[in-house]
């Protein structure tokens, strides 16, 4: 053994807690924990997620299903205490039934509480049957009454006697998955485009650039007006759903496409392309293996910030009525429901309900953008 390696021991043996080298998705890791509403926002949208691949089994009722005897029932409390033959109190989940009174002076029927009328409540109850993700059949559901044959409104009902909190928790599918469908086509051409025209410059450059300024200088809510209207009627749902997650995306790529092509131009001179290129690597690889690793982490921030836009674009064309129509089930069919005043002074939880979860679910996508965008440079602080 040398003097150097016996000198080499003896510092490492003096200095045993010497911190490990992190790599950069550790360091990006470690910046984002620290952002704490960042750190939450990302459990809360893991459980919107949750709830979205989920939704037969946490729905309480069939969301599809009509009751004539109920519309616009109010929401029913979930209480904890009954009262025996013996006045003593008991812990049971119940909830009330609901009998219809008629208002005399405003000439309208309106739904109250029946105290009489309990409704026995529990966890992992039987109900109505689906498959539990599109392969087990089973009757299971997480919440609800113990008779399959009763129905409890926690959220309200439509006019149509359908349980709101159903229908949201089987909406939160379909405006989540626009967004990241909608967000994996942005990717995919705003990567590719954008790589293209930072790259190789020139008259690739020129054409790209002054297509991207020619979508961004439409207006966007007429664009996806005029291209709603072009899908014909008679299209099933799942094909409009494409369509309209297509429409969502034409405008979303630009931004990317935009950012690609600024760090494709500042990194496109630096030595390790240059050495890649100079190893016989041809140009996909290289902008494949080395360029658009080179800066993941910021794509993985914009994609995030942009999850929201998406959903908020379904959203705001659902509610138009030029977007996704019934049966299809969204946040945006479900506000669709609440665009006459007498709907909303009748039955304000029809806005209340989606409306809540709308903005939730935005803000907790755009404070965990925030704070992988902070964490994309760890160095930064």
Same mark, same amino acid.
């Given at each position: 053994?040398?003097?150097?390696?016996?000198?080499?021991?003896?510092?490492?043996?003096?200095?045993?807690?010497?911190?490990?080298?992190?790599?950069?998705?550790?360091?990006?890791?470690?910046?984002?924990?620290?952002?704490?509403?960042?750190?939450?926002?990302?459990?809360?949208?893991?459980?919107?997620?949750?709830?979205?691949?989920?939704?037969?089994?946490?729905?309480?009722?069939?969301?599809?299903?009509?009751?004539?005897?109920?519309?616009?029932?109010?929401?029913?409390?979930?209480?904890?205490?009954?009262?025996?033959?013996?006045?003593?109190?008991?812990?049971?989940?119940?909830?009330?039934?609901?009998?219809?009174?008629?208002?005399?002076?405003?000439?309208?029927?309106?739904?109250?509480?029946?105290?009489?009328?309990?409704?026995?409540?529990?966890?992992?109850?039987?109900?109505?049957?689906?498959?539990?993700?599109?392969?087990?059949?089973?009757?299971?559901?997480?919440?609800?009454?113990?008779?399959?044959?009763?129905?409890?409104?926690?959220?309200?009902?439509?006019?149509?006697?359908?349980?709101?909190?159903?229908?949201?928790?089987?909406?939160?599918?379909?405006?989540?998955?626009?967004?990241?469908?909608?967000?994996?086509?942005?990717?995919?051409?705003?990567?590719?485009?954008?790589?293209?025209?930072?790259?190789?410059?020139?008259?690739?450059?020129?054409?790209?650039?002054?297509?991207?300024?020619?979508?961004?200088?439409?207006?966007?809510?007429?664009?996806?007006?005029?291209?709603?209207? =072009?899908?014909? %009627?008679?299209?099933? $749902?799942?094909? /409009?759903?494409? #369509?309209?997650? +297509?429409?969502?995306?034409?405008? @979303?790529?630009?931004?990317?496409?935009?950012?690609?092509?600024?760090?494709?131009?500042?990194?496109?001179?630096?030595?390790?392309?240059?050495?890649?290129?100079?190893?016989?690597?041809?140009?996909?690889?290289?902008?494949?293996?080395?360029?658009?690793?080179?800066?993941?982490?910021?794509?993985?921030?914009?994609?995030?910030?942009?999850?929201?836009?998406?959903?908020?674009?379904?959203?705001?064309?659902?509610?138009?009525?030029?977007?996704?129509?019934?049966?299809?089930?969204?946040?945006?069919?479900?506000?669709?429901?609440?665009?006459?005043?007498?709907?909303?002074?009748? =039955?304000?939880? %029809?806005?209340?309900? $989606?409306?809540? /979860?709308?903005? #939730?679910?935005? +803000?907790?996508?755009?404070?965990? @953008?925030?704070?992988?965008?902070?964490?994309?440079?760890?160095?930064?602080?």
């Amino acid at each position: 053994m040398t003097a150097i390696d016996s000198a080499a021991e003896v510092q490492v043996a003096e200095a045993p807690n010497t911190p490990a080298l992190l790599g950069p998705w550790a360091l990006m890791w470690r910046q984002f924990r620290r952002h704490k509403v960042a750190y939450v926002s990302l459990y809360l949208v893991g459980f919107i997620y949750f709830v979205a691949l989920f939704g037969e089994f946490l729905a309480p009722a069939d969301h599809l299903e009509t009751n004539t005897r109920a519309p616009f029932a109010p929401p029913q409390g979930i209480h904890l205490f009954t009262e025996d033959e013996e006045g003593g109190r008991q812990f049971q989940l119940h909830a009330y039934g609901l009998k219809m009174e008629i208002d005399r002076e405003a000439m309208r029927r309106h739904f109250v509480e029946d105290p009489e009328k309990i409704i026995p409540l529990g966890f992992f109850v039987k109900g109505h049957e689906y498959r539990l993700l599109w392969l087990i059949p089973t009757d299971r559901h997480f919440f609800g009454p113990k008779d399959p044959d009763q129905t409890v409104y926690f959220w309200g009902a439509d006019r149509l006697g359908r349980d709101i909190l159903s229908r949201i928790i089987m909406g939160t599918r379909i405006s989540m998955s626009i967004g990241l469908v909608g967000v994996a086509v942005s990717l995919v051409v705003g990567i590719a485009l954008g790589g293209m025209s930072g790259y190789y410059g020139g008259w690739i450059d020129t054409l790209i650039q002054r297509l991207i300024e020619f979508l961004r200088s439409i207006p966007t809510i007429p664009l996806w007006m005029g291209l709603a209207a =072009a899908i014909p %009627l008679d299209w099933p $749902p799942l094909r /409009t759903y494409f #369509v309209v997650t +297509l429409i969502v995306s034409m405008i @979303g790529w630009t931004t990317l496409a935009r950012e690609v092509r600024g760090k494709f131009l500042s990194l496109r001179r630096e030595d390790f392309v240059i050495a890649a290129r100079l190893d016989g690597l041809s140009d996909w690889e290289i902008i494949r293996k080395h360029l658009v690793p080179s800066f993941a982490s910021h794509i993985i921030a914009s994609l995030t910030l942009a999850v929201p836009l998406m959903i908020l674009a379904e959203t705001s064309l659902s509610f138009l009525g030029i977007g996704l129509q019934p049966p299809i089930v969204s946040w945006g069919t479900l506000l669709k429901e609440a665009q006459n005043i007498r709907t909303i002074i009748e =039955a304000p939880w %029809l806005l209340i309900a $989606p409306g809540i /979860t709308i903005v #939730v679910a935005v +803000l907790a996508l755009n404070f965990l @953008g925030d704070g992988l965008r902070d964490a994309a440079d760890p160095y930064a602080n």
